[in-house]
């Protein structure tokens, strides 16, 4: 399985899926330019969960 080298993130990435789930992740390694964008996307998506659990600690 291809890995983008991200952690503690949910992100979409074009995959095979089946009934038993993903069966693999389509993609190559990303121009330089792409997988910074992607980290950076990660990282906006980990800044707003902690932002959203520090204003909403009943949900966590």
Excluded: H
Excluded at 5 to 29: F, H, M, T, W, Y
Excluded at 30 to 42: D, F, H, I, T, V
């Amino acid at each position: 399985m291809f890995d983008y080298d991200l952690d503690d993130v949910c992100l979409s990435v074009p995959a095979i899926v089946s009934q038993n789930g993903v069966e693999r992740i389509i993609g190559n390694k990303l121009p330089a330019a792409e997988q910074k964008a992607l980290e950076k996307s990660a990282a906006l998506l980990k800044r707003s969960v902690a932002d959203l659990e520090k204003s909403t600690p009943d949900l966590t």
